[in-house]
């Protein structure tokens, strides 16, 4: 009895779905070294990218050194970053705001009226049209209802309802 080539021996087990044996598998990490050698560059580009979004240039620059030849539209894309590199600031982007309500509501606990009042005035100037912030602010600068006024209205409403529930 002579000896079936590898694809004939096996041939019915990877007709039920069995995994490829490791000698046949060889071709197939050959053609995955081939793909991560072509897929590999666009992360590094992408990465290089982003870094650049995020004001760190010299790092950037470190992530496109490292690319050697590049296939197709590739390159014409590393030039165009290499070339924001020289143009980008070095410093980092002016971090986000950090303003929210519940920042101006913690001000205003620990009695920084005036901090609180800030932080809904940074609040009003991305959203103008906020009437809740506006009044807040109007009400921690003096010029609305005392802060305390609102609460208590609410809590005499809560007292109301269980007053009316149990028929007091």
């Not at 992408?46 to 004001?55: K, P, S, T, W, Y």
């Not at 303003?99 to 001000?107: F, G, I, Q, V």
């Not at 506006?134 to 921690?140: G, N, P, T, V």
């Not at 305390?148 to 007091?168: C, F, I, M, N, T």
């Amino acid at each position: 009895m002579s000896a079936a080539a590898p694809d004939d021996r096996f041939a019915a087990l990877r007709a039920r779905g069995a995994p490829p044996l490791w000698s046949e598998a060889l071709p197939l990490e050959e053609s995955l070294r081939e793909v991560r050698g072509r897929v590999g560059p666009i992360f590094r580009l992408q990465e290089a990218h982003v870094l650049l979004e995020l004001g760190r240039v010299a790092e950037a620059r470190r992530v496109l050194g490292t690319l050697g030849e590049l296939p197709g539209g590739l390159s014409s894309l590393r030039d165009e970053l290499l070339g924001r590199c020289g143009s980008a600031p070095a410093a980092r982007p002016e971090p986000r705001s950090l303003a929210s309500r519940t920042l101006a509501e913690l001000y205003a606990g620990q009695g920084d009226a005036q901090g609180a009042a800030e932080v809904y005035g940074e609040l009003l100037t991305r959203d103008p049209g906020d009437r809740g912030a506006r009044q807040r602010r109007d009400e921690l600068l003096g010029r609305g209802a005392p802060p305390g006024v609102a609460a208590l209205e609410q809590w005499l409403g809560r007292v109301r309802g269980w007053r009316r529930a149990l028929g007091v």
